[in-house]
C-alpha cells in the first residue's frame, strides 16, 4: 500500500515572518524537489524550477540565472537533463542549443587531486529578456539509496510555489523534520507499496539581505531528512596522523579551550576547504590521514579529521551536524560545537543556546599605549576584552530586518592608569551608563586625578541571537562600548 503523509499543506508569508520590503530580481514562478529510493538500492533526484527574470540584476548578480550549474559524480551519479528551455515574454520557447551545455571541473574541485573525477555541467541559458522565464529539469541517478539531506526552505528571491516530495520503500522508515513546528500537517492517504512524504508551501520571501546574519536554521525554515545515518571511522590512523600535532606546532597548553581553539583554527586555516554535497560521494569521507596527507577535503572530511586530532590531544571528539560539517568536543563537562568552515566562537551543544564569556581584567594591566597624533595630541589604546563581540556598531544600519548573530558576554574592566606629566584628558570626565532587561548593560566612567587616570569598562550582553525587536537597544549599548576604546589626550 502507497501511504501519502503531509509533512505540511500550506506554509504562508506570515508563518515565514520575513521582510518581502527589499526589491525583487527575479521570482521563481515553481522550485520543485523530488527524492526517489527505489526497491533495488538505487536512488533518483528530481529538480525542477521556473524563474521569471524581473531585473536586470539577476542576470548580472547571480549567476544561477543567466547560467545553471549542476555538479555530479560520474563515478556514482548519471545526470540527464530533461528540458531546457526560455519562455520568452511573448510566449516563445527558445529551446538551449547544444553549444550552451558545457562539462567541466567545478572550481571547488580544483586544488585536490582526490576530486578530479567530479564534473559540473554548466548550462547557458539562450533567449533571454526582461520579464522571460527559464526552465530547467534534470534527474540525476544515484548507486545508492542513503539520503541525508538539509533543504533550506528559503531562496535568494521569492518562491511562488515550492514542492518537496520524497519516496521511500514501503516498511523503510524516513525521518523527516521540519524546525518551524507551527507549519507540520500530517495527512496520511492510502495507494501502492511505498511511503510518500509531501510538502508544499506558498509565496515564500526572498532571504535576508542584512550583515551578521544568524546560521540559516535559526533564521528560516529547513526540511531535515535521513534514512540512514552515515558511517565515521573512529579516531585516526595513527600511521598518517601520529606526527600531527607537533607538524602543526600545536601543544597543550593547560587552557581546554584555548587549545580546542587552536586545533579549530589550523585546520580552518591549512586544510582547503572542497565544498562538495556528502551525497555527491555516496555519503563516504576521506580518512583523517588522507585529509592530513593532501590538504584538502569536504566539509566532513575536515570534521573527520578535526574530530581525530582533538582526541589525538586528548580530548573526546566525535562529527556531529545535521550535515556531517561540525564536530563536537567535551571539556568542563560541557560539550562544545566547532565550525570547520569558520573561526567562529564556540557554540554549546544540547539544549544551552547562549554561552556567555565572561572575563575580568587585571587591574595590573594598566600599561599605556600612545598613538602620538598632531600638536601635542594623543590616542591612548585601550586593551581589547577577549569574548566582546566582533561585530561592529559602525557597520550597523539604524534599522534591521532580521535578527543579528553577536555574542553573549560579561565583561569587567576597572584599571588605573599613570599619564605622563603635563598629559590630561581632552574631554574631561566622562560617565555613561545604560541598561535594558533582558538585552544587556554598558557602563563607562572615565575620570582623571593628577596624573591618575580611572578607567571603567563593563559590558553585558544577554543574547547571542538579537531580535529585531531588541536590534536598536542592542545597537546603542555597542555603540557606546566601542566608542570607549581610546582616549584623546593632550599634553602642555
Known amino acids: 500500500m502507497k501511504k501519502i503523509l503531509f509533512i505540511a499543506a500550506i506554509i504562508s508569508i506570515s508563518t515565514f515572518q520575513l521582510s518581502l520590503s527589499q526589491a525583487q530580481d527575479a521570482v521563481y514562478k515553481l522550485l520543485k524537489y523530488e527524492w526517489t529510493v527505489n526497491a533495488d538500492g538505487t536512488s533518483d533526484y528530481h529538480y525542477r524550477h521556473e524563474v521569471q527574470i524581473l531585473r536586470n540584476r539577476a542576470l548580472v548578480a547571480y549567476a544561477d540565472k543567466g547560467e545553471t550549474f549542476v555538479v555530479y559524480n560520474p563515478d556514482l551519479e548519471e545526470l540527464t537533463v530533461n528540458e531546457v528551455y526560455t519562455i520568452q515574454k ?25 576530486f578530479n573525477h567530479i564534473r559540473e555541467l554548466a548550462m547557458i541559458h539562450t533567449g533571454m529578456e526582461l520579464g522571460c522565464t527559464i526552465v530547467v529539469d534534470y534527474t540525476i541517478h544515484r ?66 539581505v542584512d550583515s551578521y546574519l544568524p546560521a540559516k536554521e535559526a533564521l528560516y525554515p529547513t526540511l531535515h531528512f535521513f534514512n540512514g545515518v ?77 574530530a581525530a586530532m582533538l582526541n589525538e590531544m586528548g580530548f573526546n571528539a566525535r562529527v556531529t551536524g545535521d550535515s556531517y560539517d561540525e564536530v563536537g568536543v567535551t571539556f568542563d563537562t560541557l560539550e562544545y560545537l566547532l565550525d570547520v568552515r569558520h573561526k567562529t566562537p564556540l557554540r554549546l551543544g ?99 586625578s593628577g596624573k591618575k587616570l580611572h578607567v571603567v569598562r563593563n559590558l553585558s550582553l544577554e543574547q547571542s541571537i538579537v531580535p529585531v ?20 589626550l593632550q599634553s602642555k
Open 230 to 306: 552515515p558511517e565515521f571511522a573512529p579516531a585516526f590512523d595513527r600511521n598518517g596522523l601520529e606526527e600531527s600535532s607537533s607538524a602543526a606546532g600545536l601543544q597543550m597548553n593547560g587552557n581546554d579551550r584555548e587549545s580546542v581553539v587552536a586545533i579549530r583554527d589550523f585546520v580552518v586555516d591549512n586544510i582547503h576547504l572542497n565544498d562538495l554535497e556528502p551525497a555527491m560521494l555516496g555519503y563516504l569521507h576521506s580518512t583523517a590521514a588522507e585529509v592530513w596527507q593532501t590538504g584538502c577535503g569536504t566539509a566532513t572530511d575536515k570534521a573527520v579529521l578535526l
Open 469 to 488: 525587536t531588541d536590534y536598536a537597544k542592542y545597537r546603542q549599548l555597542l555603540t557606546i562600548w566601542q566608542g570607549a576604546e581610546s582616549i584623546l
Open 350 to 448: 544540547g539544549e544551552a543556546k547562549d554561552e556567555v564569556t565572561k572575563y575580568v581584567m587585571s587591574p595590573n594591566n594598566n600599561e599605556l599605549v600612545l598613538d602620538t597624533l598632531e600638536d601635542g595630541f594623543y590616542r591612548m589604546i585601550l586593551p581589547s576584552l577577549p569574548g566582546a563581540p566582533a561585530v561592529r556598531a559602525t557597520n550597523l544600519a539604524l534599522t534591521r530586518t532580521a535578527p543579528l548573530q553577536s555574542s553573549a558576554c560579561e565583561l569587567r574592566s576597572d584599571v588605573t592608569y599613570t599619564l605622563p606629566k603635563g598629559m590630561k584628558m581632552v574631554k574631561g570626565a566622562t560617565s555613561n551608563s545604560i541598561t535594558y532587561e533582558g538585552v544587556g548593560s554598558v557602563d563607562i566612567v572615565m575620570k582623571q
Open 90 to 114: 511573448d510566449g516563445t520557447h527558445v529551446n538551449m542549443p547544444q553549444n550552451a551545455f558545457v562539462y567541466q571541473l567545478p572550481s571547488q574541485c580544483a586544488d585536490c587531486g582526490r
Open 143 to 208: 548507486q545508492y539509496s542513503l539520503l541525508s539531506n538539509t533543504l533550506d526552505l528559503v531562496r535568494e528571491c521569492p518562491v511562488e510555489r515550492l514542492e518537496v516530495d520524497i519516496t521511500v520503500p514501503e516498511g523503510q522508515e524516513l525521518n523527516a523534520q521540519l524546525n518551524d513546528p507551527a507549519v507540520l500537517v500530517f495527512k496520511p492517504t492510502v495507494e501502492e507499496s511505498a511511503t510518500h512524504y509531501s510538502l508544499r508551501a506558498t509565496n515564500v520571501p526572498q532571504k535576508f
